[in-house]
C-alpha cells in the first residue's frame, strides 16, 4: 500500500512539472516523426526536383561527336553547354554534368571499331551522382544504337544480342518490404525512448527532492526504503511506457501517411505492424525500461542538483546508441543464440527481427531471461543506493 502512495505521489508530481510533460509528450509525438520524415521529405524533393529538370553538361570536343550531340539534345534530358574545361565547369557548378568526346570519336565508330567518351561529375552531391547516372544512360542508349545499325547494315537482327530477358520479380510481400523499413530505425527509436521517456521523472525523484530538500520528509513517514524506491520506480517506468508508445505511435502514423523514398504507391509497401508483433514488442521492451529506469534512479541518486544529474544521464544514451548504430548498418546479421544475452544489444536485434517477420522464440526467450536478469540487477543497485545514508544525502 505505502508503494502505491508514493507511486501516485511522484506521479501527480511528475504530471505537474511542465518539463517533464514536454519530454514525455511534445518529443515523442512531435520531435520523432520530424526526425524520420523531416529527412525523407527533403531528399525526396531533392531527388524529384533533379530528375524533372535537364541536366546541364559540360561539353568539351563537341565536332568531334555531332551524331551524338544531336542525340543527347532530342532527348530532351541535356542542356549542352561547350566549354574548354569540363571538370572546372563542374567544380564551379556551372554544370552537373561534364563531357569529354576525344577527336577522332565518330570515325572510328564509323570504321567499326570503338572509343570512350568520359563522363565526369562530383559524386560528393547526392543528386550530381544521379545525374551522371542519367548521363551515362544516354550515350549507353547510343552506343546501343550504333551497335543496331551494325547489325542491320550485316543483315543481322540486333535481337541476337539479347537472347534473355531478366524480369526482376521482389517475392516479398507489402508487410515485409514495409516491416524491413522500420527495422532499420525503429529499434534505435524504441530502445532510446525506453532511456529518455521517463529520465526527467527519474532525475525529479531523486536529485530533484534532494535539491528541494523534500527527501527527508518522505523517508521519515512510516514506509520503508525499500517501498519508496519501489514506487518511485514505479512511476519511472510509468513515464518511460507512456513516451515510448507516443513515440512508437505517432512514428508508425507518421510513415504510413508519408511513406518513404523508393515508397510510392504501387510499390509494394506498407507499414503496418499487427497485433501479435505489437504485444511482442511491448514484451521485449518491458525489461530494458525497468533496466533503464532503475539505473538512472541509481546514477542520478548520487548527484547533488537536478543539472548535475542531467549530465550523469548522458553517457548512458551514448551506451544505446553504439550498439544501436551497429545494429543499423548490419540489417542481416544474425548472431548465434549465446548473443541475445547481451544486453541492450539482444533487444535491438529482437526488435529487428519482430519488425521483419522472422522473430526466434528460442532467441527471444535468451533476450527475455538475460533482460530479466538485467533489470533485476539494476533494481537491487537503486535500492541498495537508497540505503547507503552517504549518498542518500549527500549535498
Known amino acids: 500500500m505505502n508503494t502505491l502512495v508514493v507511486w501516485l505521489k511522484e506521479l501527480l508530481d511528475t504530471f505537474r512539472d511542465r518539463r517533464t510533460l514536454l519530454a514525455m509528450v511534445f518529443g515523442p509525438v512531435l520531435l520523432?516523426?520530424?526526425?524520420v520524415l523531416l529527412p525523407q521529405k527533403l531528399i525526396q524533393r531533392q531527388m524529384a526536383?533533379?530528375?524533372?529538370?535537364?541536366?546541364?553538361?559540360?561539353?568539351?570536343?563537341?565536332?568531334?561527336?555531332?551524331?551524338?550531340?544531336?542525340?543527347l539534345?532530342?532527348?530532351?534530358?541535356?542542356?549542352?553547354?561547350?566549354?574548354?574545361?569540363?571538370?572546372?565547369?563542374?567544380?564551379?557548378?556551372?554544370?552537373?554534368v561534364g563531357l569529354i568526346v576525344p577527336v577522332g570519336f565518330e570515325e572510328r565508330l564509323a570504321q567499326g571499331g570503338s572509343s570512350e567518351v568520359r563522363v565526369l561529375a562530383d559524386e560528393a552531391k547526392l543528386t550530381y551522382g544521379s545525374q551522371s547516372s542519367r548521363v551515362q544512360g544516354l550515350v549507353q542508349a547510343y552506343a546501343g544504337n550504333v551497335v543496331a545499325e551494325r547489325l542491320r547494315a550485316r543483315g543481322l537482327d540486333p535481337a541476337l544480342l539479347s537472347p534473355v530477358e531478366i524480369v526482376s520479380v521482389n517475392v516479398a510481400n507489402p508487410q515485409q518490404m514495409g516491416g524491413a523499413f522500420l527495422a532499420m530505425m525503429f529499434p534505435m527509436f524504441i530502445v532510446l525512448w525506453s532511456l529518455v521517456g521517463g529520465m526527467y521523472t527519474a532525475i525529479d525523484v531523486t536529485a530533484g527532492e534532494k535539491e528541494r530538500l523534500t527527501l527527508e520528509p518522505l523517508l521519515a513517514t512510516p514506509a520503508v526504503r525499500s517501498q519508496v524506491v519501489l514506487g518511485k520506480l514505479l512511476a519511472v517506468i510509468t513515464t518511460s511506457l507512456i513516451a515510448l508508445i507516443l513515440a512508437v505511435g505517432s512514428m508508425l502514423v507518421s510513415v504510413a501517411l508519408f511513406p518513404p523514398v523508393g515508397a510510392s504507391q504501387g510499390?509494394?509497401?506498407?507499414v503496418q505492424v499487427d497485433p501479435r508483433s505489437a504485444?511482442?514488442?511491448l514484451l521485449a521492451a518491458l525489461p530494458i525500461v525497468l533496466m533503464f529506469s532503475a539505473l538512472e534512479m541509481a546514477v542520478c541518486l548520487t548527484a547533488r542538483s537536478f543539472k548535475e544529474a542531467q549530465n550523469y544521464i548522458?553517457?548512458?544514451?551514448?551506451?544505446?546508441?553504439?550498439?544501436?548504430?551497429?545494429?543499423?548498418v548490419l540489417p542481416d546479421y544474425s548472431p548465434s543464440l549465446g548473443a541475445f544475452a547481451i544486453p541492450i544489444w539482444s533487444t535491438l536485434v529482437v526488435l529487428r527481427d519482430i519488425l521483419q517477420g522472422q522473430i526466434s522464440t528460442a532467441a527471444f526467450a535468451v533476450m527475455g531471461a538475460s533482460s530479466v536478469v538485467y533489470a533485476a540487477l539494476a533494481i537491487g543497485l537503486a535500492i541498495w543506493q537508497f540505503g547507503r545514508e552517504r549518498v542518500l544525502f549527500r549535498m
Open 73 to 96: 539534345r532530342a532527348s530532351g534530358e541535356v542542356e549542352l553547354i561547350e566549354v574548354g574545361d569540363p571538370e572546372a565547369a563542374v567544380r564551379a557548378k556551372e554544370a552537373e
Open 49 to 71: 526536383s533533379a530528375q524533372a529538370s535537364q541536366v546541364r553538361v559540360a561539353v568539351a570536343g563537341a565536332e568531334n561527336g555531332p551524331q551524338l550531340m544531336d542525340f
Open 32 to 35: 520523432m516523426p520530424l526526425f
Open 314 to 328: 548522458v553517457p548512458l544514451q551514448f551506451i544505446v546508441l553504439l550498439p544501436a548504430m551497429a545494429v543499423m
Open 267 to 270: 510499390s509494394g509497401f506498407a
Open 279 to 281: 504485444l511482442l514488442i
